[in-house]
T-cell receptor, first 112, second 111 residues
Framework: NAGVTQTPKFRVLKTGQSMTLLCAQD?????MYWYRQDPGMGLRLIHY???????AKGEVPDGYNVSRLKKQNFLLGLESAAPSQTSVYFC???????????FGEGSRLTVL | DAKTTQPPSMDCAEGRAANLPCNHS???????VYWYRQIHSQGPQYIIH???NNETNEMASLIITEDRKSSTLILPHATLRDTAVYYC????????????FGQGTRLTINP
């Protein structure tokens, strides 16, 4: 049972490049979330999904897009990366009924 | 979701009880109090949650005041491995979509 898996773990981009972060969970959870964490800061919610085929905006959605085509996967896309998007990105999931969040180990993104 | 206020940092001696406070004066009747922690740069880890009764599990105890406007997370015998940032969150247990983390409390356990 892998839990929540994020790929890639590390990535360096140049300004203007695009990329996609993949979050996969094998716990059949309905809800999935993408957060970013900047140095010395708390987590900020980017986008979330309450089920397959649904997405919604969080606190800081600008510059990101997401998709939930399959229940187990939640993709976070950066169409044109900017240095301000340099951060550690965390994916999380939870089942519908209980509130416990399960987090991945994070993806460290650097935009030059 | 109700907002929470936590001290930015705290210190505790190894082996002593660590008591982490959280204020949530605007909490609604159907909102639970959740605690998570983040060790170094790992993904956050669930600790405990409660509604109005005190709760205890293998990791910690949660004490919620009678008016529910504040709570305290207690780590009974803190170890060096408990050094982490601790987040207090309040939200409904079901049907809640957004989960918003604040700045948390950086707890340092000293030998």
């Amino acid at each position: 049972n892998a839990g929540v898996t994020q790929t890639p773990k590390f990535r360096v981009l140049k300004t203007g490049q695009s990329m996609t972060l993949l979050c996969a969970q094998d716990m059949n959870h309905e809800y999935m979330y993408w957060y970013r964490q900047d140095p010395g800061m708390g987590l900020r919610l980017i986008h979330y999904s309450v089920g397959e085929g649904t997405t919604a905006k969080g606190e800081v959605p600008d510059g990101y897009n997401v998709s939930r085509l399959k229940k187990q996967n939640f993709l976070l896309g950066l169409e044109s990366a900017a240095p301000s998007q340099t951060s550690v990105y965390f994916c999380a999931s939870r089942p519908t009924v209980t509130g416990e969040l399960f987090f991945g180990e994070g993806s460290r993104l650097t935009v030059l | 979701d109700a907002k929470t206020t936590q001290p930015p940092s705290m210190d505790c001696a190894e082996g002593r009880a660590a008591n982490l406070p959280c204020n949530h004066s605007t909490i609604s009747g159907n909102e639970y109090v959740y605690w998570y922690r983040q060790i170094h740069s790992q993904g956050p880890q669930y600790i405990i949650h409660g509604l109005k009764n005190n709760e205890t599990n293998e990791m910690a105890s949660l004490i919620i005041t009678e008016d529910r406007k504040s709570s305290t997370l207690i780590l009974p015998h803190a170890t060096l491995r408990d050094t982490a940032v601790y987040y207090c969150i309040v939200r409904p247990n079901q049907g809640a979509q957004k989960l918003v983390f604040g700045q948390g409390t950086r707890l340092t356990i000293n030998p």
